[in-house]
């Protein structure tokens, strides 16, 4: 029972990490890569839909994004919603092929970022925090149940906090990496 609750603890605490990096990820550096344009919608056909599924997204240079709408008429569609998002690009169309060029980020941009990326390192912690909480609530109840014995239950607290400590330590080196990164001119 208490390796489940390890084991089960240790799976989450895995996910928050591949969540944060993907969020991490997001987070625009000055370089261009595909994956920045994967929270667009566009408006097709009256429905929210991810740019992937109505264009082809692809790298034309270090610094510019290509978009090829599948559709003649998305093109405008497409373009409209890249320059709407959050991201703060200005996109050009030029026939089929809407063109994303990445646009160097001040020093005082960089700044905010950085505090983006180490918001979003806050909530991993808290959710990995959680996690650990939830962990010891069932290894408590299994105490209290009396289908573990004390040691047992301080044994497997200590392994949880292990745990915790190894992926805290996971996320303050992603926060770290994407902080260097994003300080690199």
Not at 56 to 85: C, H, Y
Not at 96 to 123: F, H, N, Q
Request: no cysteine; proline share 3%; charged share 35%.
């Amino acid at each position: 029972m208490i390796a489940d609750i390890k084991k089960n603890a240790e799976t989450k605490m895995q996910k928050s990490i591949e969540s944060l990096k993907t969020g991490l990820s997001k987070v625009r550096t000055g370089r261009a890569h595909t994956g920045l344009l994967d929270h667009v919608m566009v408006d097709y056909w009256g429905s929210p839909t991810p740019i992937n599924q109505v264009a082809n997204v692809t790298l034309l240079d270090a610094r510019t994004i290509g978009v090829q709408a599948w559709e003649k008429p998305m093109v405008a569609k497409v373009e409209k919603a890249i320059r709407d998002s959050d991201l703060g690009l200005n996109p050009m169309s030029m026939g089929d092929v809407i063109r994303v060029p990445m646009p160097m980020l001040t020093e005082e941009r960089r700044k905010e970022l950085i505090k983006v990326v180490k918001g979003e390192s806050e909530d991993a912690r808290v959710a990995i925090r959680n996690l650990r909480r939830d962990a010891n609530d069932q290894l408590k109840k299994l105490l209290k149940d009396k289908d573990i014995s004390e040691d047992d239950e301080r044994r497997g607290q200590d392994d949880i906090q292990k745990l915790t400590d190894r992926y805290i330590v996971e996320v303050d080196k992603a926060f770290a990496e994407k902080e260097k990164e994003l300080m690199t001119v």
